[in-house]
Every structure is written in C-alpha cells, then in structure tokens.
C-alpha cells in the first residue's frame, strides 16, 4: 500500500515542484496558465483560436488550396493554372497574428503546443476526414540532426495515441545527391529533398497528408504524387496554417 501511495504521489509532487519553478505563461498574451495545463495557452485565448477557426471553417474558400476567397469563384487565382497532385488542402488557420506567433514559438521549441495542434487536427479529421489514415510529411534530411525533433511527428503521435486516429508514417524523404557537384538552385532542391515510399509501405486509397504548413504546396504536391504512385487514387491533406 505504501508503494503505491508513494507512485501516486510522485508524479503529483514533481509536477507542483515544476509549477513552483517555471511558472507557465500564456504563450500569447502572457497571463498565467494553470500549473497543470497540457499546453502553455491561457483558456481565454484558446477560445479565442477556436472561434476563429470555427468562422474560417464557414467561409468561401478555394476548394483547392483552402485559402479564404474574395468572391466566390471555387478556386483562388493560384490554383486556377496551377496543377497539383493532392486533390485538396484544408488549413486550419489562416497564417496571421496569433497563429503566426503560436506556430513560430511551437518551430523554436515550445514543444507542448503539440498539444493543442493535436487537439484541433483531431477535430478536424473527425469532422471532415472520418476514418481515414493520416500520412505524416517527412522531415527534410538532417533536420532531426539539427533541431533534435520533428514539429509534425510530435502532432501525429499525439492523435495516434490520444485520439484512436491511424497514422501511417508511409513516406521518407532522402538527401538527393552529392552536394558538391550541384549548382545552387540544384542545391536548395536537394535540401528540400526526395520523398519516397517507405520501404513496405503499404497505401491506403484515400490518404489525408499532415504537414505544419503550407506555402506553394510542392512538398505537399510531391508527397501525393508519391502516393498516388502506389495504391492512392485520392490525396487530400491537412495543415496547421497556411501562409
Ligand atoms: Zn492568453
Ligand atoms: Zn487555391
């Protein structure tokens, strides 16, 4: 009885002693948040995000690329004479103030903001993409060396494992070649880098890509090509934001 008193206890202790050391605060307006909140947002900004993607979620927007429209013409000038290989990218936010900031805190290590991407990714799958895999975006080569996580992985491992989504780490991206024998355009292609199909990869037909977020839709354009290269016949893919 003791034994389990005492793990019980631990865990509650370590967290008090964290919360006396590094208060939380609000990434955004910088009120304090509760010593025991999942992510460093105050509940009235929360909300406040929240609103705003419910609003985005109702407006015109390109039935492509997913950014708001001015008029109603189905698709932005963009995608009009683009061709892409996904079929559609719906974001969740538009990439402006509060977004902006948030995602910029979360890619310079505020880690636990995964938390509430996942949340809201989640409700997004369970709304528009119902029992569909989720195909992860591979980081570009030697960014696990250089930053020492993946802002993408850390979101789909928390959908996988808190809400019941699949996720299917399907593709990987590989440094092209030699760097020293490419000219410099060659150069920023190979940093971008080659996405395969993981070896024994099997695809499911209807794959809903994640990335963070979008801005021209060639990483996400080349992921679905890929997996329109196995068994994929339609590719729509998801983002945080778009820019
Ligand atoms: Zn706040
Ligand atoms: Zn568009």
């Not at 990335?211 to 354009?221: F, P």
């Not at 890929?226 to 590719?235: D, F, M, P």
Request: with cysteine.
């Amino acid at each position: 009885m003791v034994g389990m008193a005492t793990r019980t206890m631990l865990p509650r202790l370590a967290r008090l002693a964290v919360s006396v050391l590094l208060p939380q605060s609000c990434v955004l307006c910088g009120a304090g948040v509760a010593a025991d909140a999942v992510w460093p947002l105050c509940l009235p900004c929360s909300i406040r995000l929240r609103a705003e993607r419910a609003a985005d979620a109702r407006r015109e927007r390109c039935a492509i690329c997913g950014k708001p429209l001015i008029s109603r013409h189905g698709r932005c000038t963009r995608c009009r004479t683009a061709s892409y290989d996904f079929d559609s990218v719906y974001p969740l936010f538009r990439y402006a103030d509060d977004i902006r900031s948030l995602v910029l805190a979360y890619k310079g290590g505020r880690r636990s903001l995964s938390g509430f991407f996942a949340e809201e990714l989640a409700a997004v799958v369970a709304g528009r993409f119902s029992g569909r895999v989720v195909i992860p975006v591979p980081p570009r080569p030697g960014k696990l060396r250089r930053t020492g996580w993946d802002q993408v992985e850390a979101i789909v491992s928390i959908l996988e494992r808190k809400y019941d989504i699949v996720v299917l780490r399907a593709l990987v991206r590989t440094a092209g070649s030699e760097q020293k024998v490419l000219n410099l355009e060659e150069r920023a292609a190979n940093m971008r880098g080659t996405i395969r199909l993981a070896p024994r990869a099997v695809v499911p037909v209807d794959p809903v890509l994640f990335d963070d977020v979008l801005t021209t839709g060639a990483t996400l354009s080349a992921c679905a090509g890929c997996l329109k290269s196995g068994s994929a016949n339609r590719v729509d893919a998801v983002t945080i934001a778009a820019d």
